[in-house]
Every structure is written in structure tokens, then in C-alpha cells.
């Protein structure tokens, strides 16, 4: 699963979700996606190498926590 903005690594992902910015996600493909949850990511986008993986929390559809 990816985030909607491509962060380039996982502290610029940690950031935006600490200053309150609002961090969706989205799952390529038939995949269907989550509202509620955790999830895992990747990052950057493909067609990229992905270089940080994370786990997030997912409250109505926006990232709320990032291990």
C-alpha cells in the first residue's frame, strides 16, 4: 500500500502525519482499500526501488500513527 503524496523516506512520512497534515493511502490494483486499520507501507513509489517500509494506523481513512 502507498501513501497518496510519494514521501521519499519514512521520516518525511512521520513528519507530515505529526504536524497534522491530512495522509491518505491507496492500494494499486482490484485490491479493495482500508477505512480503518492498520496497514503496511512502502516507499517511494513505484516505478522507484522502495528503500522504507512502515506501519500506520488508519482512522477514516487518514494515517493517524506510523511505527
Known sequence: MY????????K???????????VTVYQPGPFPGKENGR????????????KWYAEATIVDGVIV???
Do not use: F, I
Open 3 to 10: 501513501t497518496d503524496q510519494n514521501y521519499r523516506t519514512k
Open 65 to 67: 500513527k506510523v511505527k
Open 12 to 22: 518525511e512520512l512521520r513528519d507530515a502525519v505529526k504536524r497534522g497534515d491530512r
Open 39 to 50: 496497514v503496511a507501507l512502502e516507499g517511494p513509489h513505484y516505478p522507484e526501488p522502495h
